[in-house]
Each structure stands twice: as structure tokens, then as C-alpha cells.
T-cell receptor, first 117, second 114 residues
Framework: AQKVTQAQTEISVVEKEDVTLDCVYETRDTTYYLFWYKQPPSGELVFLIRRNSFDEQNEISGRYSWNFQKSTSSFNFTITASQVVDSAVYFCALSEGFNQAGTALIFGKGTTLSVSS | NAGVTQTPKFQVLKTGQSMTLQCAQDMNHEYMSWYRQDPGMGLRLIHYSVGAGITDQGEVPNGYNVSRSTTEDFPLRLLLAAPSQTSVYFC?????????????FGQGTRLTVV
């Protein structure tokens, strides 16, 4: 069965600090996809990144970076020089299978990040 | 380019009432799903559909019905609303098959059952 664990329920940092959000996943499939979503206080869900199981390259997008390590089943998300606008709930999600319909995204419980000025 | 549209955005129901949450997408996605979000629980899958005429249960299906008569629409029905169904509901769609993309979400429906 698939499972996503975000052990950090809440994190509080001061602006300009770096912060890492942890995500650990469980799956029996060799092909799977990992995602991060952001939910700002306004409530919508904003897609941040998708990574497939065959691509372990780390990715950087501006102040955001992602570290995918299959050996530890982790897909961690780092925000460099955090800003108040980064305050949100962040969800990690997992989807199994390739070339299959009906593959649900299974979400972790989310990490609430609060960035103060 | 509407994406995924959910209506209504807010709803208050009395215990025992029924209602339908509407969801429509204009991206021709085969896969659609409903989630509920509760504090500290993340998003939990209620029902999903892999195409018109095909639906299946997710993690928390009890108390909810769905149907998928067209590719575009995937309504969620609460038959006998209960206070435990107070939640924020999200509809999502995604392209599946050879390109397993991210899910696109509607804006959410905040439902309160009193």
C-alpha cells in the first residue's frame, strides 16, 4: 500500500532562514510519481513540482529546491531565504503506476510553515 | 481557460439534508476525484473516476455517492448529511496514461453541517 508521511506538523521560522520540509513515502511500485503542493491561507492548492521515480536529479527553482533520494524513500523540499509569502501548508503526494488510468494522488497530512518578519 | 470549477464555494446544511457538490473540468481529463480536507488529516480521497461511466471508492467513501455521465462533470452527492461531513471538499482532475501529470484542483467547497 502507498503512504506518505510528513512528520513535521508545524514549522516556524524567521524571514531569510532556510527551511526544509520532510517527506517520506512508501510504495511497492517501481514506477511512481511524487508531488509537492502549496496551500496558502486563501485555500487553493498550488502545484509546485512533479518527479518520477526514474529521475533522481535534484531540482532547483528560484528559492525552492527538492532532494529526491530513493535509497531513503524521501522527497524533501527546501526553501532558501524564506519570505513571509511562503507561509502556507505544504503537501507531499504520491501516485503509483505508469500508463495506468485511475491512479490516485495520496497525500501526506501536510506541514504548516509560518514565516515571520 | 476555466480549469476545474466547483460550486458552491460555501454551503450550510442541516443534519439529514441532501445536496450535490458540482465539479466540472474543461481540460478533457479522464481522471477526476473528490477529496475532503480536515484539520490535521491532509487530503483524503473520497471517490474517483477513470472515465465516463466508471467510478470507484477511495479511502473515505461512506456517506457519499458519485456518478460520471460525461467526461466534464463529476458531481458528489451527500444523501443524509451528518456533522461529521463538515469539511472542505476539493475536486481534482488529471491526465493519465502515458503522461501522468499533476492534479488540477478546484477552489474548494466549504461545507458545514449543523
Amino acid at each position: 500500500a502507498q503512504k506518505v508521511t510528513q512528520a513535521q506538523t508545524e514549522i516556524s521560522v524567521v524571514e531569510k532562514e532556510d527551511v526544509t520540509l520532510d517527506c517520506v513515502y512508501e510504495t511497492r511500485d517501481t514506477t511512481y510519481y511524487l508531488f509537492w503542493y502549496k496551500q496558502p491561507p486563501s485555500g487553493e492548492l498550488v502545484f509546485l513540482i512533479r518527479r518520477n521515480s526514474f529521475d533522481e536529479q535534484n531540482e532547483i527553482s528560484g528559492r525552492y529546491s527538492w532532494n529526491f533520494q530513493k535509497s531513503t524513500s524521501s522527497f524533501n523540499f527546501t526553501i532558501t531565504a524564506s519570505q513571509v509569502v511562503d507561509s502556507a501548508v505544504y503537501f507531499c503526494a504520491l501516485s503509483e503506476g505508469f500508463n495506468q488510468a485511475g491512479t490516485a494522488l495520496i497525500f501526506g497530512k501536510g506541514t504548516t510553515l509560518s514565516v515571520s518578519s | 481557460n476555466a480549469g476545474v470549477t466547483q460550486t458552491p464555494k460555501f454551503q450550510v446544511l442541516k443534519t439529514g439534508q441532501s445536496m450535490t457538490l458540482q465539479c466540472a473540468q474543461d481540460m478533457n481529463h479522464e481522471y477526476m476525484s473528490w477529496y475532503r480536507q480536515d484539520p490535521g488529516m491532509g487530503l483524503r480521497l473520497i471517490h474517483y473516476s477513470v472515465g465516463a461511466g466508471i467510478t470507484d471508492q477511495g479511502e473515505v467513501p461512506n456517506g457519499y455517492n458519485v456518478s460520471r455521465s460525461t467526461t466534464e462533470d463529476f458531481p458528489l452527492r451527500l444523501l443524509l448529511a451528518a456533522p461529521s461531513q463538515t469539511s472542505v471538499y476539493f475536486c481534482a482532475s488529471r491526465m493519465t496514461g502515458s503522461t501522468n501529470t499533476e492534479a488540477f484542483f478546484g477552489q474548494g467547497t466549504r461545507l458545514t453541517v449543523v
